[in-house]
Structures are given as C-alpha cells and as structure tokens.
C-alpha cells in the first residue's frame, strides 16, 4: 500500500511566480494536512482538510490557499512567491483519529 | 502563544549507548503529543506518541516519558545505532483544531559516532 505522495519532489521558481504543488493522501485517509518546513526549524502548519473541507488554517498569508478533491487529493496553492516561501512543504494524512499523521517525503521549493 | 520547544539543539552519543532527547510543552491543556524522526531529504517519520493520561509508553528500544507537572516530554533511545542519527521533533496537538494540526518543536539533531 503506497504512503503519501507528493509531487513535484524539486521545484525552481521565480519570485512573482505561482506554483501548485500535490498530494495522495493513504488509501482510506480522509484528512490532509499541509505543513511549511524552513530549513532549521520545524515545521509549521498551514493548512488542514477533512471530507474536502478546510478544518485549520494556521498564521499563512492569503497568498496561500489549498483544496482537497472528491478521491481526498489535496492541492497547495501559492501566489506571488518570494523567497522567504523557499521551504520544504510537507503533505501529511490522516484517518478517522485526529491524532494521526503519517507525512510525505515534501515538495523542497526554491525561489530564486 | 502556545509552542512546543526543545531544551538541546544538538546531542552527540557514542554508538551503544543511550540517549535523552527533551522538550517543553507550554499548552497545558494539550492531551496527546507525538515524537517524529526526521532523516535527512526525507518527511518526519512517527516513532511514538503519548497520551496525557500516561506518564510512560515504550516501543522498540524507544521510550517516551510525560511529566505533566511540569510540562516535560523525553524521548529516551536504547543501544543507539548510527541508523538513529537524525532530527528529532516532539508534537502536540492542541486541544482545539484536531485533525492532524500538529505544533512542532525547532528540533533536536541526535548525532551518533562510532
């Protein structure tokens, strides 16, 4: 049974630039979780979705939005980067216990 | 507000031996916590967790510990092997949000030397 998947594993973009970045959650898993991990820290929470509807927004700017899809994928949207958005953003899934959540490898994003 | 923090940034153990990992909870209220193991390029991998009701969990050479006097986890690893080298985070969740909303900790790296 595959783990969460993310996907692109790299990403290069610009500043001003948007960028979309994706998640499988586990087989049966309703909820996603979107994590931001700066380099050096922990990561930080940005979003969370249950059933296709957002559950938590954590302290993100508005450039940021997410949506989870009909099969439990999720999308991370982020609008005008700047480099301070560099960060390895982390997907993570979860059952019925609120108390799960098993990540995925992350999306490293490289603003330039 | 309320964090999750850790008291060592950088631990370094001899192989065989056994380490101490620590991290202070400041949310009271939070009733569940979860220690992850970070490789390097890799995404936090669950080792163990723990619920406020419980003062001690084991696992496979891991043990974590709560002491809610103080507002005080430790993860203690056994025989640590160089396979253990890594970043540990201690995780709550708070008692309001749920789902997965998981407040980390900045870290500790566990550096194992043979």
């Known amino acids: 049974d595959a783990g969460v998947t993310q996907s692109p594993t790299h990403l290069i973009k610009t500043r001003g630039q948007h960028v979309t970045l994706r998640c499988s959650p586990i087989s049966g898993h309703k909820s996603v979780s979107w994590y931001q991990q700066v380099l050096g820290q922990g990561p930080q929470f940005i979003f969370q979705y249950y059933e296709k509807e957002e559950r938590g927004r954590g302290n993100f700017p508005d450039r940021f939005s997410a949506r989870q899809f009909p099969n439990y994928s999720s999308e991370l949207n982020v609008n005008a980067l700047l480099l301070g958005d560099s960060a390895l953003y982390l997907c993570?899934?979860?059952?019925?216990?609120?108390?799960?959540?098993?990540f995925g490898q992350g999306t490293r994003l490289t603003v330039v | 507000g309320e964090s999750v923090g850790l008291h060592l940034p950088t631990l370094s153990v001899q192989e065989g031996d056994n380490s101490i990992i620590n991290c202070a909870y400041s949310n009271s209220a939070s009733d569940y916590f979860i220690w992850y193991k970070q490789e390097s390029g890799k995404g936090p991998q669950f080792i163990i967790d723990?619920?406020?009701?419980?003062d001690k969990r084991q696992g496979q050479r891991v043990t974590v510990l709560l002491n809610k006097t103080v507002k005080h986890l430790s993860l203690q690893i056994a025989a640590t092997q160089p396979g253990d080298s890594a970043v540990y985070f201690c995780a709550e969740i708070p008692p309001i949000g749920g789902y997965n909303k998981l407040i980390f900790g900045a870290g500790t790296r566990l550096a194992v030397h043979p």
């Open positions: 723990i619920r406020s009701n419980m």
């Open positions: 993570a899934s979860g059952g019925e216990l609120n108390t799960e959540a098993f």
